[in-house]
T-cell receptor, first 110, second 110 residues
Framework: NAGVTQTPKFQVLKTGQSMTLQCAQD?????MYWYRQDPGMGLRLIYY???????DKGEVPNGYNVSRLNKREFSLRLESAAPSQTSVYFC?????????FGPGTRLTVT | TQLLEQSPQFLSIQEGENLTVYCNSS?????LQWYRQEPGEGPVLLVT?????EVKKLKRLTFQFGDARKDSSLHITAAQPGDTGLYLC??????????FGKGTMLLVSP
């Protein structure tokens, strides 16, 4: 039982490049989330998926897209990376209001 | 608008000292959660408080939910270096997504 896994752990992109952050959970949770964490800003919700086949915008969705591929997997895509997207990205899944977080992806956009 | 204000932002103490950190809001929450995040890892849930006035203890950690369900506190007795980390509070309103505070960074020195 690995919980929530994220790949990659680290990534450096140039402005304008695209990439997909992968997230998977093996706990059979319905809800999944993508957050970004910046110094002094706390955790901010980018997108979430309440169940397989549905996605909704969070507080800071601009510049991102998501795909809920199946119940286990929820990916986050940056189509054209910008320096403002330099951050640590966390994926989480939820059961009964308790969120389980992955280890994070540290992304730097130069 | 920051719905959840955490204070202090940063706290540096010696091993064995007691401390209290706060999470305040002008909004009413149906429940409030406390997470601890260690460097390089995702947040981990410590406790959920649901009832106004509720007090929960987790070894040396005591959590209290305000009577009006707008605020919460975390008290640590005899802090240890292993308590070092970022403490985040998060509020829930019904079935909506969590709102996170910006966190209190605690450093406990031996």
């Amino acid at each position: 039982n690995a919980g929530v896994t994220q790949t990659p752990k680290f990534q450096v992109l140039k402005t304008g490049q695209s990439m997909t952050l992968q997230c998977a959970q093996d706990m059979n949770h319905n809800s999944m989330y993508w957050y970004r964490q910046d110094p002094g800003m706390g955790l901010r919700l980018i997108y979430y998926s309440a169940s397989e086949g549905t996605t909704d915008k969070g507080e800071v969705p601009n510049g991102y897209n998501v795909s809920r591929l199946n119940k286990r997997e929820f990916s986050l895509r940056l189509e054209s990376a910008a320096p403002s997207q330099t951050s640590v990205y966390f994926c989480a899944s939820d059961l009964g209001g308790r969120e389980y977080f992955g280890p994070g992806t540290r992304l730097t956009v130069t | 608008t920051q719905l959840l204000e955490q204070s202090p932002q940063f706290l540096s103490i010696q091993e064995g000292e007691n401390l209290t950190v706060y999470c305040n809001s002008s909004s009413v929450f149906s429940s409030l959660q406390w997470y601890r995040q260690e460097p390089g890892e995702g947040p981990v849930l410590l406790v959920t408080v649901v009832t106004g006035g509720e007090v929960k203890k987790l070894k040396r950690l005591t959590f209290q939910f305000g009577d009006a369900r707008k605020d919460s506190s975390l008290h640590i007795t005899a802090a240890q270096p292993g308590d070092t980390g970022l403490y985040l509070c998060a509020g829930a309103k019904g079935y909506s997504t969590l709102t996170f505070g910006k966190g209190t960074m605690l450093l406990v020195s031996p």
